[in-house]
């Protein structure tokens, strides 16, 4: 039982590239979440996904593009990469609504630097 | 939309000794989760302790203990017996119930730097 899974674990980016990362959780989870997270700051909420074929808009989606096309994965992925994208990409999952299925579980994360 | 702020950027203790995390919280939900997010230099997200707002009682897990004050909307992290491997970075965060509609998700403050010293 890996849990959530990143990849890759580390990227370089030039100003302009495009790439996904990838989220893989094997814990049959129906809820998905990409964060970001940037120096001096906590984690902010990008995209998320409430099922499989489902994704919504976060706090800063701007820039950002997601798919779950399958219910153990969620994709992210950057069109046109921008040195503001430099940060610290999390995701996360979670079982369901009630509060003891709320609880969140966290990928390694994955640093992202755009020059 | 929901605000946490922690006021305390860094703290610093001695081994054994306890420590005090402060957080506030501004939200206009009645019903909420509130939790404390431990976040080693390896980076990975470890949750620390969770209460739901509906709960009178204090959560507890082991050297870890809230006090959560709905009214003041403030909810600190009581860390006892501090020890070498309780350094690291500690988020307060906010979540509200899934309600179908709106933005689901944690609400982050921008974290406490804990340092304990030997």
């Known amino acids: 039982n890996a849990g959530v899974t990143q990849t890759p674990k580390f990227r370089v980016l030039k100003t302009g590239q495009s790439m996904t990362l990838l989220c893989a959780q094997d814990m049959n989870h129906e809820y998905m979440y990409w964060y970001r997270q940037d120096p001096g700051m906590g984690l902010r909420l990008i995209h998320y996904?409430?099922?499989?074929?489902?994704?919504a808009k976060g706090e800063v989606p701007d820039g950002y593009n997601v798919s779950r096309l399958k219910k153990q994965n969620f994709l992210l992925g950057l069109e046109s990469a921008a040195p503001s994208q430099t940060s610290v990409y999390f995701c996360?999952?979670?079982?369901?609504?009630?509060?003891?299925?709320?609880?969140?579980?966290f990928g390694p994360g994955t640093r992202l630097t755009v020059t | 939309a929901q605000t946490v702020t922690q006021s305390q950027p860094e703290m610093s203790v001695q081994e054994a000794e306890t420590v005090t995390l402060s957080c506030t919280y501004d939200t206009s939900e009645n019903n909420y989760y509130l939790f404390w997010y431990k976040q080693p230099p390896s980076r990975q997200m470890i949750l620390v302790i969770r209460q739901e707002a509906y709960k009178q009682q204090n959560a507890t897990e082991n050297r870890f203990s809230v006090n959560f004050q709905k009214a003041a909307k403030s909810f600190s992290l009581k860390i006892s017996d501090s020890q070498l491997g309780d350094t690291a970075m500690y988020f307060c965060?906010?979540?509200?119930?899934?309600?179908?509609?709106?933005?689901?998700?944690?609400?982050f403050g921008k974290g406490t730097h804990l340092i304990i010293q030997p």
């Open positions: 996360a999952s979670s079982r369901g609504q009630g509060m003891s299925t709320r609880e969140q579980y």
């Open positions: 965060a906010f979540m509200k119930p899934y309600s179908g509609g709106g933005a689901d998700g944690l609400t």
């Open positions: 996904s409430v099922g499989e074929g489902t994704t």
